[in-house]
């Protein structure tokens, strides 16, 4: 077994890290807005396990990185072309279907990787993953109930999820994509192969819509694999204006 270079296992764990800083940042934007009072609540609660699992995972990459630069510094500090989150968690909420669905087919992919990364060779990150896989498995349940109640519910909410589903289903490729970083990873068992965990995560989506009265976009091609190398969409700009906006207006300040 090949070792992995500091700097690669920092890469991946901002890749890690701001997929769930982004993602928990999006859903933070339903708080107040959620169509119930208990939505509202849990919406709110898996936006701040995402944040705490990016906290973590941050914090994590900041260390290893040696640039004395902590885990605010990274969520704060750094310009769109830096981020490494994929593009999926970036794109914006729409109506609560849109979210759902976004969440779900996020959910499976990391259930299946923070389930794998349990056994990463890279200690600290095997006990980031131990941790934050309880919590993504509830997030999992939570997506895919709301799934078959809205798919399966009334005819309005059938066409709505479909229709997010139809518009979001291309960026879920990214999620999936093995580059030279992830595949030298996975030869020093520091993270699994993305690719290999592709079969199970089409057969779990695909097994629920079905369920839900939905259908898997026609077109499987995926496309749109460019977040990982800081090419975003418009949306993640105008997200970090807002995230950032008070840790740049007053640069170092603590409350």
Known sequence: MTSASPEQTVEYLLRLGDDRLILGHRLSEWCGHAPIP?????????????????SM????????????????????????????????????????????VRQYLFDVYSDLLYERLRASTYLPLSEIASKAHKEITYHHRHSSQWILRLGDGTEESNVRTQKALDELWKYAGELFRDDPLEKSLSRAGVAPSSGDLQEEWLKRVTGLLQKAALTVPANHEFHLQSGRSGRHSEALGHLLTVMQSVPRAHPGARW
């Open 57 to 100: 995972l941050l914090s994590e990459a900041g260390r290893l990185e040696g640039m004395s630069r902590d885990e605010d510094a990274l969520a704060f500090g750094r310009d769109v072309t830096e981020f490494r989150n994929c593009l999926l968690v970036e794109q914006p909420n729409g109506d609560f279907a849109r979210t759902i």
């Open 38 to 54: 208990e939505e509202d609540i849990a919406l709110t609660n898996i936006a701040l396990d995402s944040i705490g699992h990016a």
